[in-house]
C-alpha cells in the first residue's frame, strides 16, 4: 500500500507562484510513474502533468505548458509540482496520484493510476 500527502497549497494572488509537493510511502518509489491532477468545484477532475518513475520524460496539459514544472526527487520520495503565473482558473484542489510501473511511460489518464493523495487547496485570487 502506498500513502501520498500533498502539501504546499495555499492562497496565491494571480501571477503568483507556489510549489506543490508530494510525500509517498514505500521503498519503490522509483518504480512509480507520478501525476498531478486537478478538479475545481462544479468540473470534473482533469490531467495537469506527469512524470516518468525516472523522471526522464514529462508531459504537461496544454493550460498548464510553460507554466508549471512537475520533478521529482527519489532518494525524497518526493514528487513536485512548481507553479508560476498562477491564474485564477487554476483555482482548483490538486491531487497526486501514483501508479507502480516498470515501464518509462507517462500517464494522463487518471484511471490508470493506483493510488491517489487526499488533494490540497490552491487558490489563485483576481
Known amino acids: 500500500q502506498v500513502q501520498l500527502v500533498e502539501s504546499g497549497g495555499g492562497l496565491v494572488q494571480a501571477g503568483g507562484s507556489l510549489r506543490l509537493s508530494c510525500a509517498a510511502s514505500?521503498?519503490?518509489?522509483?518504480?512509480?510513474?507520478m501525476g498531478w491532477f486537478r478538479q475545481a468545484p462544479g468540473k470534473e477532475r482533469e490531467f495537469v502533468a506527469a512524470?516518468?518513475?525516472?523522471?526522464?520524460?514529462?508531459y504537461y496539459a496544454d493550460s498548464v505548458k510553460g507554466r508549471f514544472t512537475v520533478s521529482r526527487d527519489n532518494a525524497k520520495n518526493t514528487v513536485y509540482l512548481q507553479m508560476n503565473s498562477l491564474k485564477p482558473e487554476d483555482t482548483a484542489v490538486y491531487y497526486c496520484?501514483?501508479?507502480?510501473?516498470?515501464?518509462?511511460?507517462?500517464?494522463?489518464?487518471?484511471?490508470?493510476?493506483?493510488?491517489w493523495g487526499q488533494g490540497t487547496q490552491v487558490t489563485v485570487s483576481s
Open positions: 514505500g521503498r519503490t518509489f522509483s518504480s512509480y510513474a
Open positions: 512524470i516518468s518513475s525516472s523522471g526522464g520524460y514529462r
Open positions: 496520484a501514483a501508479k507502480v510501473t516498470y515501464s518509462g511511460s507517462v500517464y494522463y489518464t487518471g484511471t490508470r493510476y493506483d493510488y
